[in-house]
């Protein structure tokens, strides 16, 4: 279990309230969202295993930060996550090689090999305080956009 205190989401809020439409809070928050979790993904694949073998289907490239799933994992999300329309995600981890979750998990003949959660647990906290400086630049100069097309009209 990892539990998080954060502060100064009222003032990002009242921030985010300058912004005019829903999309735009959107892409502010989805822009944080991928510069704060890039370190989190280089982390994952210093931790990975790479097989030079393997050129196809290479799990360190593979390993990416997007929002957007493939369709296996959308299928997957939807079921977990019905009511996710209104969110913004982020996802962090392996594109669709098949042998990502063999390589994390282990099998009946091959043992585990994680890179996924202990990228986690080393990151996790620092992700929390970039997300927080990330979304800040953004909501400054999303504003800052936003005042200067105002003043034009």
């Known amino acids: 279990?990892?539990?998080?205190?954060?502060?100064?989401?009222?003032?990002?809020?009242?921030?985010?309230?300058?912004?005019?439409?829903?999309?735009?809070?959107?892409?502010?928050?989805?822009?944080?969202?991928?510069?704060?979790?890039?370190?989190?993904?280089?982390?994952?694949?210093?931790?990975?295993p790479d097989d030079p073998n393997t050129a196809n289907e290479d799990l360190v490239g593979s390993i990416a930060v997007s929002p957007t799933l493939s369709d296996r994992q959308r299928?997957?999300?939807r079921r977990m996550f019905p009511n996710h329309r209104t969110s913004v995600e982020v996802f962090v981890g392996a594109g669709p090689v098949p042998q990502a979750h063999l390589q994390e998990f282990g099998t009946q003949h091959h043992a585990p090999q994680p890179f996924g959660r202990p990228a986690f647990d080393m990151d996790a906290r620092n992700l929390i305080d970039r997300l927080g400086r990330?979304?800040?630049?953004?909501?400054?100069?999303?504003?800052?956009?936003?005042?200067?097309?105002?003043a034009r009209s």
């Open 1 to 48: 279990m990892v539990s998080f205190r954060v502060e100064g989401f009222r003032e990002m809020e009242a921030a985010l309230d300058e912004l005019a439409s829903l999309s735009t809070r959107r892409s502010v928050a989805r822009r944080a969202l991928i510069k704060a979790a890039q370190p989190m993904a280089e982390l994952m694949r210093s931790l990975a």
């Open 75 to 77: 299928g997957l999300h």
């Open 134 to 150: 990330e979304m800040w630049s953004e909501i400054q100069r999303s504003v800052a956009r936003a005042r200067r097309r105002q």
